[in-house]
Nanobody, 117 residues
Framework: QVQLVESGGGLVQAGGSLGLSCAAS????????MGWYRQAPGKQRELVAR???????NYADSVKERFTISRDNVKNTMYLQMNSLKPEDTAVYYC???????????WGQGTQVTVSS
């Protein structure tokens, strides 16, 4: 039913920027909140940023004032603009979608972000 595809990952120098996109297809249910998560080797997956349907947002303390999450409810897309990247931002970034009024969650396959010093 719901398929999520992330794009925009890559290799950048510290202090650089990257923009990630998540495209949702096969939508047959109402989408609730959407979010970006990341996971580095040997670490648990953590929330990076989350955005509700009304546009309200939450960010991990480590990315506040550097990352910006946004969404387009008509196009069923979500974005993450990452500025002032640091080596510790290196991880696989995953798109996550919550079904409205449900505990059902959908995940993308992830996109690698690598930040070199």
């Amino acid at each position: 039913q719901v398929q999520l595809v992330e794009s925009g990952g890559g290799l950048v120098q510290a202090g650089g920027s990257l923009g990630l996109s998540c495209a949702a297809s096969g939508i047959s249910v109402t989408i609730g909140a959407m979010g970006w998560y990341r996971q580095a080797p040997g670490k648990q997956r953590e929330l990076v940023a989350r955005i509700a349907r009304d546009g309200s947002t939450n960010y991990a303390d480590s990315v506040k004032e550097r990352f910006t999450i946004s969404r387009d409810n008509v196009k069923n897309t979500m974005y993450l603009q990452m500025n002032s990247l640091k080596p510790e931002d290196t991880a696989v970034y995953y798109c996550n979608v919550e079904r409205w009024g449900s505990t059902t969650r959908y995940w993308g396959q992830g996109t690698q972000v690598t930040v070199s010093s």
